[in-house]
Structure formats: structure tokens, C-alpha cells
């Protein structure tokens, strides 16, 4: 079974500083992973996620996230976030081969302040 | 649509109760799942259907609940005899194929007193 760490629970910055939003898994088979966000009053939306191939996957808003099969790590990371990018940010995994039964982490609220 | 919608949005029931969520998702999308959020969890999963079959019902809780997808389109989750530790807020997702990204709803959240 899978399952997934999001080490904080609530990150607060400033408008235009960098973030990192930090993401464990654990699996003992090959795994696809994902980066899901919640805007206030929305529904979950995804940003980015790694199936194969390059371990560097970007989203078309500036945030990035690299997979790290080595220390089984997927950080999300933005170099200058904007007051817009305050959201719940959810990591989540499934197992390779078969891209449902969706195990989520906790999540993350990344709060910008003006 | 454009989106997957869920009806109702919010649902307050007496413990005890019998409630029936619904899902509507995205038109020509043949995978529909159903997930349960607990207040400040993530998304945990329930339940997994395939046109109108239901292939994976391993993460539905107990035998109280029960989901149905009789036309391969709608999808209706129904909890019986609901306790208070139903309450949280059901998610709908729904992918063209089972490899597919996944389109989420905006949820039903079920309080339960």
C-alpha cells in the first residue's frame, strides 16, 4: 500500500518569496505522482504530475516539482509566489501502471501575505 | 456541463438518516470515483466505477454505504443509517479512461448531528 507525508500542515510567506511545499511517499512498488490544489470554495484542480520521464515537471503557473526516487520526495517548489497562489495544496500517489485509487497526503495551506 | 457538479452542496442530517448524494460528470467520461475528506484530511478513496460497473469498492467504510451508476453516467452514493462520523465532505471525480487525469467535483459536505 501507499501512502504520503506532507510534512506542513499550513506555510505562510510573503508576496514574491520563494516556497517550498514538501511531499514523502512510501510505496514498494513504482508509483505516478501528483500535485492537486484547492482554491477557497472550489474543487480540487490538478497543477503537475510525474508518470515518466524527465523527473523535473513544471505547470503552466510557475510552480515546478521534481521526483526523487532516492529519498522517495516530490517538493513542490514556485521561485516568487503571488497573493493568487493562496490555496490548500494536496500531494498525492498511485500505483504505476494504473492511474486511479488516488492516495492523498494531508495537505498543505500555503497562505501569501501581502 | 463543462465541469463534474454534485447535488446537493450541503447536507444536514439527523444521525440515523438515510442520504443519497449525487454526481453528474463530465459527459463521454466512462471512470467515475468517489472519495471522503474528513475535515483537515486529504481525500481518501471509496469507491470505483467503469461505465456502469463497479470494479473497486474497497475503501467504502462499512455496508451503511452503497453506490450505484445504473446507466454509466450518473452516479448516486447513498448512506444508510448514517452516524456522525459520516460527516465530511464527499468528492466525485470522473476521467475518460482509468488513465486519465481526473476532474473533480465541488463536493457535498454532510453534516451529521
Known amino acids: 500500500a501507499q501512502s504520503v507525508t506532507q510534512l506542513d500542515s499550513q506555510v505562510p510567506v510573503f508576496e514574491e518569496a520563494p516556497v517550498e511545499l514538501r511531499c514523502n511517499y512510501s510505496?514498494?512498488?513504482?508509483?505516478?505522482l501528483f500535485w492537486y490544489v484547492q482554491y477557497p470554495n472550489q474543487g480540487l484542480q490538478l497543477l503537475l504530475k510525474?508518470?515518466?520521464?524527465?523527473?523535473l515537471v513544471e505547470s503552466i503557473n510557475g510552480f515546478e516539482a521534481e521526483f526523487n526516487k532516492s529519498q522517495t520526495s516530490f517538493h513542490l517548489r514556485k521561485p516568487s509566489v503571488h497573493i493568487s497562489d493562496t490555496a490548500e495544496y494536496f500531494c498525492?500517489?498511485?500505483?504505476?501502471?494504473?492511474?486511479?485509487?488516488?492516495?492523498f497526503g494531508k495537505g498543505t495551506l500555503l497562505t501569501v501575505n501581502p | 456541463g463543462a465541469g463534474v457538479s454534485q447535488s446537493p452542496r450541503y447536507k444536514v442530517a439527523k444521525r440515523g438518516q438515510d442520504v443519497a448524494l449525487r454526481c453528474d460528470p463530465i459527459?463521454?467520461?466512462?471512470?467515475l470515483f468517489w472519495y471522503q475528506q474528513a475535515l483537515g484530511q486529504g481525500p481518501e478513496f471509496l469507491t470505483y466505477?467503469?461505465?456502469?460497473?463497479?470494479?473497486?469498492k474497497s475503501g467504502l467504510p462499512s455496508d451503511r454505504f452503497f453506490a450505484e451508476r445504473p446507466e454509466g453516467s450518473v452516479s448516486t452514493l447513498k448512506i444508510q443509517r448514517t452516524q456522525q462520523e459520516d460527516s465530511a465532505v464527499y468528492l466525485c471525480?470522473?476521467?475518460?479512461?482509468?488513465?486519465?487525469?481526473?476532474?473533480f467535483g465541488p463536493g457535498t459536505r454532510l453534516t451529521v448531528l
Open positions: 471525480a470522473s476521467s475518460l479512461g482509468l488513465a486519465d487525469e481526473q476532474f
Open positions: 510505496s514498494s512498488v513504482s508509483v505516478y
Open positions: 510525474y508518470l515518466s520521464g524527465s523527473t
Open positions: 498525492a500517489v498511485s500505483k504505476g501502471g494504473s492511474n486511479y485509487k488516488l492516495t
Open positions: 459527459s463521454g467520461h466512462v471512470s
Open positions: 466505477f467503469q461505465n456502469e460497473a463497479q470494479l473497486d
